[in-house]
């Protein structure tokens, strides 16, 4: 057809046929009216008046109109022309917000939001907000516990979710949790995880050699299984591809002689977004710190002389930030504290951004009104140099409905058989962190904490290792996961019959 109308020209006498001025797809506007089209096809028709014909997109119709009827969609770029032009209509206004929202990513909308079965607290979203600031969710959430680390990386999937981002998930734990986030995952988000055990692993690294992977799917896999699985290494010269990968209890990647380790280093390359959670980063050196960032955003923080540097101006804006929740506090008391940041090295680019001149009119008040304090505490978030990386919530920032605790104080006498195996076991830990060359209540935080509030849990995970799950806070460390049981603490776990828990049975009959 197309060639039979350029056919109509080819006698003597035939009139020129002028080049078009539209391109199929490309975008117009109607002249008069100043509508948006888009340019579906075009058509020349011969005569006297010879002209170019096209079909349009006008508000998901299509018409046809003449070439004379459209005009370029004009650019302006020039910012004086923002000033001088004739006012936009406003059909034609809310045609181009339309237009840009929908070719970027609604930075200003929260998908997320009520989209749950769960009532959440709004700290909750700092981290999805985190995301739409940044473009991609390569982020630790560092809250205290008890704050929904788990729900604020619900609320990041659900926001990928509702973006048509988050085809492919893995959540990755440790395998005393595997449980937990399978429940709270369909309970709160109606997400379900498939499990990878041993099994599932092997037909998933099968699937993936034969690119036969569901382009939709939700795994969970535990630390344990995952760094020591054999197929692992496999995937390393064609990685599997994931739109969102979490990582609870973070802290074990810190390490970087280790195997979680060198599983972090995987996974940081299998996705683009990239969740880790932990509760204990102001308990990491600031090496291990280092070696959390770089699996986030490889690069981006050199050395540890680096962070040092970047380190220094939040020890002034933390102390500030610590200060806020004070009652009664002054605003004028902290703009004289504000005023060490240009000492710090790199503290004087700091007091150059926009946020810190709006954080130093919102303290110059003085008396702070409640609405102030939040603003306060936004800026000086925003201004933390770690604040693209790091999200963090504490307590005494958020607890306005604490719940009022009595002490009730119980003195509890353990048996003889259960005072011999905490002793032994306690040994052990020491023994543990010696190797490791680290502070006992620092390398131990995990098995003390399990021997404290369960010890029949306890003498499960020693006479049953495997079975039970590696419970030690570092437990990515090859030189501690090698120290075995001593006899005497094997011995004394068997001496201590099975369900004896004194301490459990005096809270039961108080």
């Known amino acids: 057809m197309a060639a039979f109308g350029w056919a109509e020209q080819l006698w003597l006498g035939a009139q020129a046929v002028p080049s078009p001025k539209f391109e199929i797809n490309e975008a117009a506007v109607t002249h008069p009216g100043d509508v948006d089209v888009v340019i579906r096809d075009r058509v020349f028709h011969g005569g006297s008046s010879g002209q170019w014909s096209y079909t349009v997109t006008v508000e998901g119709r299509q018409q046809n ?92 999937w659900t926001e990928l979710e509702a973006r048509r981002e988050a085809d492919r998930v893995l959540i990755v734990c440790p395998a005393g949790l595997v449980g937990k986030w399978k429940e709270e995952m369909d309970d709160r988000f109606e997400f379900d995880l498939v499990e990878l055990d041993s099994k599932a692993l092997q037909t ?188 963090r919530t504490k307590k005494v920032e958020v607890d306005d409905r604490k719940s009022k605790r009595t002490l009730d104080r119980h003195q509890i006498i353990w048996t003889q058989a259960e005072s011999d195996f905490y002793e032994e076991y306690l040994q052990w830990c020491q023994d543990r962190a010696t190797a490791m060359g680290r502070p006992l209540h620092f390398a131990m935080q995990m098995p003390l904490r399990l021997a404290s509030a369960c010890l029949p849990m306890a003498r499960r995970a020693v006479l049953d290792p495997q079975g039970f799950g590696e419970i030690v806070d570092a437990d990515a460390d090859t030189t501690a996961v090698r120290l075995e049981p001593h006899a005497e603490l094997v011995a004394v776990a068997r001496h201590l019959p099975e369900g004896v828990d004194t301490k459990f049975d005096d809270l039961r009959n108080a």
């Open 204 to 391: 998933f690294l099968e699937k993936h050699h034969q690119n036969r992977l569901p382009r939709r799917a939700a795994y969970i896999c535990s630390i344990e299984r995952l760094r020591s699985w054999e197929g692992i290494e496999e995937l390393d010269d064609l990685p599997p591809e994931f739109d969102l990968i979490i990582v609870d209890e973070a802290h074990s990647m810190r390490n970087q002689d280790t195997k979680s380790y060198a599983l972090g280093t995987r996974l940081a390359d299998w996705a683009d977004n990239l969740v880790f959670l932990t509760a204990t980063p102001i308990n990491l050196r600031q090496e291990d710190l280092l070696n959390l960032l770089e699996l986030l955003a490889p690069g981006d923080y050199g050395d540890i002389r680096d962070l040092e540097l970047r380190l220094e101006p939040n020890r002034v804006i933390n102390a500030v930030a610590a200060r806020l929740v004070d009652k009664g506090v002054n605003g004028l008391e902290l703009c004289s504290q504000l005023d060490e940041l240009p000492t710090k090295t790199l503290g004087a680019p700091l007091v150059e951004r926009p946020e810190f001149a709006l954080l130093k009119e919102v303290l110059a008040k003085g008396q702070l009104a409640p609405r102030d304090i939040v603003e306060a505490k936004r800026y000086l978030a925003d201004l933390n140099t770690l604040s693209t990386v790091i999200t």
């Open 65 to 156: 109109v003449i070439e004379s009827s459209l005009k370029a969609r004009p650019e302006l770029d020039d910012p004086r022309s923002w000033v001088t032009r004739e006012p936009t209509p406003a059909r034609r206004f809310g045609a181009t917000l339309t237009r840009a929202k929908l070719q970027s990513k609604f930075a200003n909308t929260l998908f997320s939001f009520r989209a749950t079965r769960t009532t959440f607290r709004p700290y909750q979203f700092k981290p999805v907000l985190k995301l739409l600031q940044t473009g991609k969710a390569r982020i630790l959430i560092a809250d205290e516990v008890g704050l929904g680390k788990t729900i604020e990386a619900g609320l990041i």
